[in-house]
């Protein structure tokens, strides 16, 4: 499954820079992750400097 950018994203863009596939791209009040690239390795879950993203349910 896709991982979900929550609203704790403050745009800052580090996970968009982390993402090897493109899958993130700023959105209108956060960054967002396309779930149909997504290969869920958790490289921007590790990026993010506020913890904002986590692996869907």
Do not use: F, L, N, R
Request: aromatic residues 2%; hydrophobic residues 35%; contains cysteine.
């Amino acid at each position: 499954m896709a991982h979900k950018i929550t609203d704790a994203c403050v745009s800052c863009g580090a996970c968009e820079a982390t993402c090897p596939v493109g899958a993130i791209a700023p959105g209108d009040t956060t960054y967002v992750v396309d779930p149909d690239v997504c290969i869920d390795c958790g490289a921007c879950e590790d990026g993010c400097p506020t913890g904002a993203i986590k692996a869907a349910e």
